[in-house]
C-alpha cells in the first residue's frame, strides 16, 4: 500500500473497474480507508473460506486478476490456482516466479528480469518501460535542514546507513560493511533492527571484525514520516546483495539520499539497480564487491561528490521517471489492457467491459 497508494489515485476510473478482495483488513490502519473508497467494489475475505472466495469471484466477472501477495504471508495462492480471471498476473508483492501454472503473467522491466532470463519463470513476463516499482509522488518531502542531534546521530561523522530488514543481512554483507569502515575510520554505520534489540549481537559482529562496537549504531521502527525524516540525515545508504532494498530504495532516494547497490543476477538481487536507473543515478548500481567497496569507500571521503549526488536527488525528485506516478499509471494500465486484448484476439481471454 505504501508504494501503490498513488497509483490508485492516478487510475483511470473511465477505464478499469476495480474489485478489491481484502484478505486481512488493517481497519487501524492509515490505508484502509484509501482502498476502501478506491474500490468500486470492496470484499473483505478474510473470515470465508477458499471454495467461498473463489465463487464470490468468479461471480464478479473478473476480466484480469491481480495477485499482489504472491508467496508470501497470508497469501492464498489457491484462488488463483482455481482460475478467477481468464488473465491472472501476479505484480509486486513477490520478487520471483509463482510456480503456480495458472498465472499467466508476471510485471517486470527490461532490468529485474533481461530477455535472457525469462525461461527462469512459469509467468509469460510483461515488461513496463522503465522500472515495475509504483511509487506515491503525493507524499511529504522530508525536511531538508540538518536534523541530527533529534533522531540521537553523530553531527561529525559520515553516516552510512541499512534500512534493510535484519533478515536480509547476511554475513557477506556484515563483512564487507565491516570492511568499509575499516577504510573510513571516520564513519559510523545506521543499523536498522526493525522491532528487534539486535545491539548485543551486532557487537558482537562488529569485535569479530576487530570493528569498535560503538561504530554500529541500531535503530528502530519509526512512523514513516519520522522515518523518511530520519533518513534524510544519512550519507549514503549501503544495500544488501542477495535481496536488495526495494521500497526501502525508494524511500532513501525520496528522502535524497544516494543508495549504493550490488547488481546480482536474480529479480530480488536487481531491483535497486532498475530503481537506480529510474531515478537517473544509474553509476549507484556496481557489478563486483570490489567495486561496490571501491565506491562507499570513495563517496565517504568525497564531500563534494556526496553533496552532488544529493543535490541530483532532489532535484530529480519532481522529474525522474521513478517519482511520475501518473505517467507510471497509465502506462501500467496500457500494459495489463494491451495483454488482455491479445488474449482476447486469440480467444484465451473472454472480453468484457475492463474488471481488475
Wanted: net charge negative.
Amino acid at each position: 500500500m505504501h508504494l501503490i497508494a498513488g497509483m490508485l489515485k492516478a487510475h483511470d476510473r473511465t477505464r478499469f473497474e476495480f474489485y478489491v478482495y481484502d484478505l486481512l483488513p488493517q481497519p487501524q490502519s492509515r490505508y484502509h480507508t484509501l482502498i476502501r473508497d478506491f474500490a468500486d467494489i470492496y470484499h473483505d475475505i478474510s473470515q470465508i473460506d477458499d471454495a467461498e472466495a473463489i465463487t464470490l469471484a468468479r461471480s464478479d466477472h473478473l476480466d484480469i486478476a491481480v495477485d499482489l501477495k504472491g508467496l508470501t504471508t497470508d497469501c492464498r495462492p489457491v484462488l488463483f490456482e482455481h482460475r478467477i480471471a481468464p488473465m491472472q498476473v501476479s505484480f509486486l508483492g513477490f520478487p520471483g516466479t509463482t510456480a503456480i501454472r495458472e498465472i499467466d503473467f508476471m510485471i517486470a522491466d527490461p532490468i529485474t528480469i533481461p530477455a535472457a532470463e525469462e525461461r527462469f519463470y512459469n509467468e509469460q513476463i510483461l515488461r513496463m518501460p522503465i522500472c515495475y516499482q509504483p511509487n506515491d509522488n503525493t507524499r511529504p518531502v522530508p525536511e531538508a535542514d540538518n536534523l541530527r542531534a533529534k533522531y540521537d546521530l553523530p553531527e561529525d561523522k559520515f553516516i552510512f546507513a541499512n534500512f534493510n530488514h535484519p533478515h536480509k543481512v547476511g554475513p557477506r554483507e556484515f563483512g564487507v560493511w565491516m570492511n568499509i569502515l575499516r577504510q573510513v575510520p571516520d564513519a559510523v554505520l545506521l543499523f536498522y533492527t526493525g522491532a528487534h534489540d539486535l545491539s548485543v549481537e551486532l557487537a558482537r559482529q562488529a569485535r569479530r571484525h576487530e570493528i569498535d562496537p560503538s561504530r554500529i549504531l541500531p535503530c528502530g521502527i519509526m512512523t514513516q514520516t519520522a522515518h523518511i525524516e530520519r533518513l534524510a540525515q544519512v550519507d549514503l545508504c549501503l544495500d544488501c546483495f542477495a535481496y536488495n532494498a526495494h521500497t526501502t530504495a525508494s524511500d532513501a532516494l525520496w528522502a535524497g539520499v544516494p543508495l549504493l547497490t550490488l547488481c546480482g543476477r536474480q529479480f530480488s538481487a536487481r531491483v535497486a539497480t532498475s530503481i537506480l536507473s529510474a531515478a537517473g543515478v544509474p553509476e549507484l548500481s556496481t557489478n563486483s564487491l570490489e567495486d561496490y567497496v571501491g565506491q562507499a569507500v570513495r563517496l565517504a571521503v568525497s564531500p563534494d561528490e556526496i553533496n552532488a549526488l544529493k543535490h541530483t536527488l532532489r532535484r530529480n525528485r519532481s522529474s525522474c521517471a521513478l517519482f511520475d506516478t501518473k505517467t507510471w499509471t497509465k502506462d501500467y494500465e496500457d500494459l495489463l489492457a494491451d495483454a488482455y486484448l491479445r488474449g482476447a484476439s486469440n480467444g484465451s481471454t473472454e472480453q468484457r467491459p475492463g474488471a481488475v
